[in-house]
């Protein structure tokens, strides 16, 4: 398949099941620990109400929230820990497919292939060990919150329900030009760095041939040009967090109107006039902020899969290239290496660089 049939994200997906195992050992932790926080949840209210409303102290349920909180967060680090190895395992082996190909490949110079390896490492690094195991683990908590929710309290699922389906929309909407954002930032990273890199080897030339100052405002423009994309590229990023921030503070104060008011016995329903369980209510209230827990992580490293989007829109025609090389038989010896006729120019000019080079080389030549 080309690369025009194939798409980027698809061939991100694909990517995925080279480290399957690990991601679903990842998610069972996550969903664990997720566990834990509700019951550290609902024994902290229960601490909390029969302290407050009846004057009961009950420390082994503050023992028991305590020991609940621990298994939570021990439980995420070591999902944190296998989510960022299979990435790392999955980058690694498309490296290994890439090495191979950029060797073969007469049109990628060396600096190129450098630069296009870095951008593996740097842009699909983070999309396999954070953006994807983020969004797994959001997916995957809302689910189970969202039915502790609604088992307790229609109206708090309800809420949590339309921020849950309103967020993933404005991230998509937001999405759609940040990939843009970040395609123009990997492409002038790319022909920039190859030309800052060729001025660095030629600075001795450039000084003796008394040409620093116009090298100075061509490289200080080209490092404008570059800075301006990375801005372009940042102010997404804090508008995509703001933009989140916004419908978990709405979602998070009605959720807190809504128990305050029914504490009261002000709020229409079964407990109008008769106030509500401090409880319940209480527990709903630690389990909302958990909720956009993982939805604050998934939105921060949105732009982690803009970045893996344009770096595998470079990476998939290479990738996918055929090498025509026919590898030598390694029973067989190579005996010498023989040139003839060799003439270079470069692209768009018609001067020979070489030409009619004739060269021998013996078995146990040095080059």
């Not at 990375?230 to 109107?257: G, K, P, R």
């Amino acid at each position: 398949m080309s690369s025009n049939q194939e798409s980027a994200s698809r061939w991100l997906g694909k990517r995925l099941a080279e480290a399957k195992n690990a991601y679903l050992a990842a998610s069972v932790l996550t969903v664990l620990s997720a566990v834990c926080f509700v019951f550290f949840g609902w024994y902290v209210a229960d601490f909390a109400a029969r302290w407050l409303v009846d004057g009961r102290l009950l420390p082994q349920q503050l023992l028991i929230a305590l020991v609940c909180l621990a298994g939570r967060y021990l439980l995420a680090y070591y999902a944190s820990v296998i989510n960022y190895n299979a990435g790392n395992q999955v980058v690694a082996r498309i490296k290994t497919q890439l090495y191979p190909r950029l060797l073969h490949n007469n049109r990628i110079d060396s600096v190129a292939a450098t630069l296009l390896v870095t951008r593996v490492s740097d842009d699909l690094k983070p999309f396999y060990s954070f953006f994807m195991p983020y969004a797994i683990a959001s997916v995957l908590v809302s689910v189970l919150l969202l039915a502790v929710s609604f088992w307790f309290e229609m109206w708090v699922g309800l809420v949590l329900l339309i921020a849950l389906l309103i967020i993933p929309v404005q991230m998509i909407i937001i999405g759609i030009g940040a990939e843009h954002l970040h395609k123009k930032h990997i492409d002038l990273f790319v022909r920039y760095s190859e030309v800052f890199f060729n001025r660095l080897n030629t600075i001795a030339e450039i000084v003796n041939l008394n040409n620093l100052k116009p090298q100075y405002r061509f490289l200080e423009e080209k490092s404008k040009a570059l800075n301006k994309a990375t801005t372009h590229v940042m102010q997404v990023a804090i508008l995509s967090s703001a933009v989140l921030e916004l419908f978990v503070s709405i979602s998070i104060a009605a959720i807190a109107v809504y128990t305050g008011m029914s504490l009261l016995g002000f709020m229409a329903g079964p407990n109008y006039g008769k106030g509500y369980d401090f409880q319940t209510a209480l527990f709903l209230l630690t389990l909302a902020p958990y909720f956009f827990f993982y939805l604050r992580k998934f939105v921060s490293a949105y732009h982690d899969r803009n970045k893996a989007l344009a770096s595998a829109k470079l990476l998939m025609p290479v990738l996918n290239e055929e090498m025509n090389s026919t590898p030598l038989n390694a029973g067989e010896a190579v005996r010498s290496v023989e040139i003839k006729n060799l003439n270079f120019s470069y692209p768009g000019t018609m001067v020979k660089v070489l030409h009619a080079i004739r060269l021998k080389l013996p078995a146990k030549g040095l080059v």
